[in-house]
T-cell receptor
Framework: EPEVTQTPSHQVTQMGQEVILRCVPI?????FYWYRQILGQKVEFLVS????????KSEIFDDQFSVERPDGSNFTLKIRSTKLEDSAMYFC???????????FGQGTRLTVV | GESVGLHLPTLSVQEGDNSIINCAYS??????FIWYKQESGKGPQFIID?????DKRQGQRVTVLLNKTVKHLSLQIAATQPGDSAVYFC?????????????FGKGITLSVRP
């Protein structure tokens, strides 16, 4: 069964460093998302991406964040200068059509120290 | 009830009993709703969805009920099994087209007693 895959599963980084979280969405999907989940809290929307551009972003997704789909297969989230409060699980999701279910990856646990 | 900080509401049920998990959503314009299950250390896993033109949808052992009048969504799990133990989130699809996104509820922990 096709699935969304994310790497790495766990990333530890020092405050101020740049991190890139990687995702491979399901191959025939057209809509891509990043969400995050701070420990014990609900899943929060960060950004959506369609047709090679950002279609929607939340207040969390400030200038420190960027997304790319560099090669038609990978979908990356970059945090330029990490802060302690960026520590969370980051989930990539994709869906085939507008009103279809979104499939989530297993997540990357980002720990900023 | 509402959860604060790290403490999610917990529903404890006996194995074999039916479970009902409730959710209140906020946006009356939302047209699509999904229930997700999240096991420890994993991503949300799709369980069942329902569109706003329906009030009930059944899957295998699960039923979702939608009451648009009071903006309430519920998930019923029949004959609950230990493998059903997880955190359950309802999500509403907000926005249209490429601008749509999922807004998640706070989550409820389902604990199944053997």
């Amino acid at each position: 069964e096709p699935e969304v895959t994310q790497t790495p599963s766990h990333q530890v980084t020092q405050m101020g460093q740049e991190v890139i979280l990687r995702c491979v969405p399901i191959s025939n999907h057209l809509y891509f998302y990043w969400y995050r989940q701070i420990l014990g809290q609900k899943v929060e929307f960060l950004v959506s991406f369609y047709n090679n551009e950002i279609s929607e972003k939340s207040e969390i997704f400030d200038d420190q964040f960027s997304v790319e789909r560099p090669d038609g297969s990978n979908f990356t989230l970059k945090i330029r200068s990490t802060k302690l409060e960026d520590s969370a699980m980051y989930f990539c999701a994709s869906k085939r059509g507008m009103n279809t279910e979104a499939f989530f990856g297993q997540g990357t646990r980002l720990t900023v120290v | 009830g509402e959860s604060v900080g790290l403490h999610l509401p917990t529903l404890s049920v006996q194995e074999g009993d039916n479970s009902i998990i409730n959710c209140a959503y906020s946006n009356s314009a939302s047209d699509y709703f999904i229930w997700y299950k999240q096991e420890s250390g994993k991503g949300p896993q799709f369980i069942i969805d329902i569109r706003s033109n329906m009030d009930k949808r059944q899957g295998q052992r699960v039923t979702v009920l939608l009451n648009k009048t009071v903006k309430h969504l519920s998930l019923q799990i029949a004959a609950t099994q230990p493998g059903d133990s997880a955190v359950y989130f309802c999500a509403e699809n907000v926005g249209t087209g490429a601008n749509s996104k999922l807004t998640f509820g706070k989550g409820i922990t389902l604990s199944v007693r053997p």
